[in-house]
């Protein structure tokens, strides 16, 4: 038996565990400690949580595998011209992150160092592996294999594609390198890289999230309410100032700006933008990037299709948390079927990095045993039994109906335009609520998205999202096809035609779209009945799904946080594992 432990520790850490090349496991560190986006250290919570789950401890790992930034300093020797690298990059890091972390700092100064400057060494020429092995609490016969960060996004996503042969883009604010970008060509199981964008002032990450922050927002976190803004504004007086801040590069398979290589590229490009947007609405600043991040991504994506030959893509990376870009790219004539790997940032690289050492150890695996992606329930699944136990341990009142008493009071209460905490099985890997561990509610009254976004203390513009049927996607939505197998992930907008934008007004965005889950009942027999319950009632094949947590919080995980919603009255009921809870014993909720 092989154990393979994935690692990602950048920005939203995260664990994950492949026994005998099967994933078993995997979760964001967020969702143990309880801290939005925790990252930038070793995910210990995770890595506990990931072994748990599968029956492990750490002395059972054979192999980690790992992005260049999740070591500790105290792990690595240091060397000379250290400090002069590290004070460039932490200055670098406390921009976008607002915070210095030491590891990141010496790991990536080693990285750009050897690599720029003695290409014969390596990182790991710098890494003592027994001293982390021991601190760690792991074996000392465990490998440790280093992998590069976007590497690790482009085999998530050819090998969950489902497609034996296409074309891959990375794109997020940086990787390893000043690396922002790469556009490969999978086949035969094997990745061949034939761009890269490494230029600082040229990372379409780096455009959105300085837009975010001159917002009024915070970057890495807040980059979808610039995206739920951008439908409200008017683009135009802006778009010749953001062109010079983003677009295609003269061969038309990379980026450009005014700014690249400039010695201070990012800061004089935020600086830049920061006068541009001097006395523009919020609304119309939103969308004057919205629509340069999209026109320049899309023609990019646009380009290298046609460079390849390929009709089917798949994309990884943080830029593809951003819907409206992928429901473009999957519009292009050129793009059959468009994949997004569900967790698409940071905390999905721990599953990217495991499935390249997974074909350093056996050869040929990213060819033989890839395929297309069905589920990511991969995270905690509580037993009746712990279920129970918090809700005596908290002198809730419930009841035990079963999964079909459940299942029809659920649907009841919505039809009754109440909101339900729905919490079943296995919790969700990646940022979107699944129907594992959602809130669900009616999708036909408009006024629920004012009264629902106090109750979540989210902001007013933000869209809910619909979990429909699959076997009415076509029905409700246009140009399914070639971003079907995304939004079973609830990854890609569709428009919504304009018979069915009346009937459920809670789901459907300013500008007509909506980012729809399309519910299987054979990968969640469960989540598919009460939507079908619920369509028995109303006429309506989706409901409204939004995340199981109050805004700026994660998602919930065990069974603690989902009753402690109940009682703070943010869901009417909840309906956890066979067993509701009724809210009307702690009071109405505003």
């Known amino acids: 038996m092989s154990i393979v432990l994935g690692i990602a520790s950048s920005h939203d850490s995260s664990a994950c565990v492949f026994r005998d090349g099967v994933l078993v496991a995997a979760i964001s560190e967020e969702r143990m400690s309880r801290i939005k986006c925790d990252g930038g250290r070793m995910p210990q919570l995770a890595v506990d949580a990931v072994l748990g789950m599968a029956g492990l401890t750490r002395r059972d790992v054979d192999h980690i595998a790992s992005n260049y930034d999740h070591v500790s300093e105290a792990y690595c020797r240091r060397i000379e011209w250290h400090k002069r690298a590290e004070r460039a990059v932490s200055r670098l890091l406390k921009r976008v992150t607002g915070r210095e972390n030491r590891s990141q700092v010496f790991l990536r100064s080693v990285l750009k160092h050897i690599t720029r400057e003695d290409s014969t060494r390596r ?297 339900v905490g729905w919490f079943q099985g296995a919790m969700e890997f990646g940022p979107r609520a699944l129907g594992n561990r959602s809130m669900v509610a009616a999708p036909t009254d408009r006024s629920i998205n004012d009264w629902f976004n106090v109750r979540l203390e989210r902001s007013e513009f933000m869209p809910f999202a619909p979990s429909a049927l699959a076997e009415y996607a076509d029905a409700v939505f246009e140009n399914v096809e070639p971003g079907r197998h995304a939004a079973e992930f609830m990854t890609i907008t569709f428009d919504v035609r304009p018979e069915w934008q009346p009937k459920i007004p809670a789901v459907v965005h300013v500008d007509g779209t909506a980012r729809p889950q399309l519910v299987r009942r054979d990968r969640n027999p469960k989540y598919w009945a009460l939507i079908e319950r619920y369509r028995q009632l109303s006429g309506i094949p989706l409901i409204l799904n939004t995340s199981f947590n109050v805004h700026e919080e994660p998602i919930v995980c065990g069974p603690k946080e989902a009753v402690q919603a109940v009682v703070d009255q943010r869901v009417d009921h909840l309906a956890i594992g066979p067993f509701w809870v009724d809210g009307a014993q702690f009071g109405k909720a505003d």
């Open 123 to 419: 990182l790991e020429d710098f890494f003592s592996r027994e001293k982390y092995l021991a601190g760690e609490g792991f074996r000392p016969d465990t490998q440790v294999h280093f992998v590069d960060h976007h590497l690790s996004h482009a085999a998530a996503a050819a090998f969950y594609s489902g497609f034996p042969e296409c074309a891959v883009i990375t794109m997020d604010g940086e990787g390893d390198l000043d690396m922002h970008y790469t556009a490969s060509h999978f086949r035969d199981g094997r990745l061949a890289c034939l761009h890269v964008g490494d230029t600082p002032g040229n990372s379409p990450g780096y455009f959105y999230m300085d837009v975010t922050e001159l917002l009024g927002f915070r970057p890495l976190r807040h980059e979808g309410k610039v995206l739920g803004l951008a439908a409200f504004g008017k683009p135009d007086a802006l778009l010749p100032a953001f062109r010079r801040a983003m677009r295609v590069s003269a061969d038309g398979l990379n980026f450009d700006s005014d700014f690249a290589g400039r010695p201070n590229a990012l800061e004089d490009r935020k600086a830049f933008l920061s006068e541009a947007i001097r006395g523009h609405s919020r609304e119309d600043v939103a969308a004057a990037a919205q629509t340069v991040f999209e026109e320049t991504i899309v023609a990019v994506a646009r380009n290298f299709l046609r460079q390849t030959g390929q009709k089917r893509l798949a994309v990884n990376g943080g830029v593809f948390a951003n819907v409206k870009l992928n429901q473009r790219i999957a519009a292009l004539a050129e793009c059959e079927s468009l994949f997004v790997f569900p967790g698409m940032s940071d905390t999905g690289n721990s599953v990217g990095s495991a499935l390249l050492v997974q074909d350093r150890l056996r050869p040929g695996y990213l060819r033989d045993k890839a395929s297309r992606l069905d589920t990511v329930y991969w995270g905690p699944e509580p037993t009746r039994e712990e279920i129970r136990a918090e809700l005596e341990a908290r002198g809730v009142a419930y009841e035990e109906p079963g999964i079909e008493g459940v299942t029809e009071r659920t649907a009841q209460a919505m039809h009754a335009g109440q909101v």
